[in-house]
């Protein structure tokens, strides 16, 4: 069966401390990846996407994401986090954008 | 312009009203997509139009009836919903000519039905 697994629900990091989201699918095939941040009552942004090629992909914000084949993980990581980094955050993973198959998300905290 | 409009942004109605969500996008995309998306859940895909044809519909109760007048827009109407249909009902869209096609989103009808 298709699945992503998003394993924390819940991440708080201080202020400028390294950040890292686990991202866990289960698909027939290497799919596309995707990395999403929604804002409270907004929709969603796309962070990054992978597809083929380079499996360390870079998004924007400052943001990056390791395709690991072995261990079908695409976790998202930030050096440094900000304030206005907090929000939710969803995995998603897709063969195309018609069917994605979402992450039940992870929420960030970040204090000062 | 990069950007997916939807209005309104937040919805009250009852169970006996006829409301209807809008969203609209001049990137040119062929796709259109109506997600839902209840409170601390990811979204949910309810339909998606390409080339203004109805090309999935995931099995979404009939009191949900979508409308592609045109490449540009995209339309919810809504009939008879029940409370549990109050969400976030996200209007996205994409360029399926692309080989690195991604979704935009709009930001969203909040939708609360009394």
């Known amino acids: 069966a298709q699945s992503v697994t998003q394993p924390d629900i819940h991440i708080t990091v201080s202020e400028g401390a390294s950040l890292e989201l686990r991202c866990n699918y289960s698909y027939g095939a290497t799919p596309y990846l995707f990395w999403y941040v929604q804002s409270p009552g907004q929709g969603l942004q796309l962070l990054l996407k992978?597809?083929?090629?380079?499996?360390l992909v870079q998004g924007i914000k400052g943001f990056e994401a390791e395709f690991k084949r072995s261990q079908s993980s695409f976790n998202l990581r930030k050096p440094s986090v900000h304030w206005s980094d907090a929000a939710e955050y969803f995995c998603a993973v897709g063969a195309n954008t018609d069917k994605l198959i979402f992450g039940t998300g992870t929420r960030l905290q970040v204090f000062p | 312009d990069t950007e997916v409009t939807q209005t309104p942004k937040h919805l009250v109605m009852g169970m006996t009203n006829k409301k209807s969500l809008k969203c609209e996008q001049h990137m040119g995309h062929r796709a259109m997509y109506w997600y839902k998306q209840k409170a601390k859940k990811p979204p949910e895909l309810m339909f998606v139009y390409s080339y203004e044809k109805l090309s999935i519909n995931e099995s979404v109760p009939s009191r949900f009836s979508p409308e592609c007048p045109n490449s540009s827009l995209l339309n919810l109407h809504l009939h008879a919903l029940q409370p549990e249909d109050s969400a976030l009902y996200l209007c996205?869209?994409?360029?399926?000519?692309?080989?690195?096609?991604?979704?935009?989103f709009g930001s969203g009808t909040q939708l609360s039905v009394l």
């Open positions: 992978y597809f083929s090629g380079d499996t």
């Open positions: 996205a869209s994409s360029d399926p000519g692309r080989s690195n096609e991604k979704l935009f």
